[in-house]
């Protein structure tokens, strides 16, 4: 992920020298804001990125030995069946609608959003890497 922390560098960077420029040079402060708000955008994923390189190491794109049977292989771990994705999606929609309609919808929706975005983040953190349909933890059968 080195490379595409890099790559969203350079852009975070772009966006902060374009920001400056169009600030000093044009006065105005909506598109000020807005290409503020792009670098802002930028430079989180890149910190993702970054972070997730150094937790992670190399992966197997990084290296120029690499075969491509090395990214052969389960990636990671994910959901098979969730809700929060239908509620995220839920409250975004209401949230843009009460934009619309009226502060109540508008609030309403941050609510839902703001609950459908805590369950898709904290909806595994317990898990310990072990199948949670395993029998049982200490290697018998669950009946007796």
């Not at 080195?2 to 902060?16: I, K």
């Not at 069946?81 to 509620?87: A, L």
């Not at 999606?89 to 459908?116: D, F, I, K, T």
């Amino acid at each position: 992920m080195r490379t595409e922390a890099r790559l969203f560098t350079g852009v975070a960077a772009f966006f902060a020298v374009t920001a400056a420029g169009y600030g000093w040079r044009s006065r105005e402060p909506a598109g000020t804001a807005v290409l503020t708000l792009a670098f802002l955008m930028a430079a989180l994923v890149a910190f993702f990125l970054h972070v997730q390189y150094r937790r992670r190491g190399k992966r197997a794109q990084d290296r120029k030995d690499a075969e491509v049977v090395d990214t052969a292989g389960p990636l990671d771990f994910f959901s098979p069946h969730s809700p929060w994705p239908i509620t995220t999606a839920l409250g975004s929609v209401l949230l843009a609608v009460g934009v619309v309609y009226g502060l109540w919808l508008a609030l309403l929706g941050l609510g839902v959003l703001g609950h459908g975005v805590f369950g898709m983040v904290f909806q595994y953190a317990g898990r310990d890497g072990q199948s949670s349909n395993s029998p049982s933890r200490d290697g018998g059968s669950s009946t007796s």
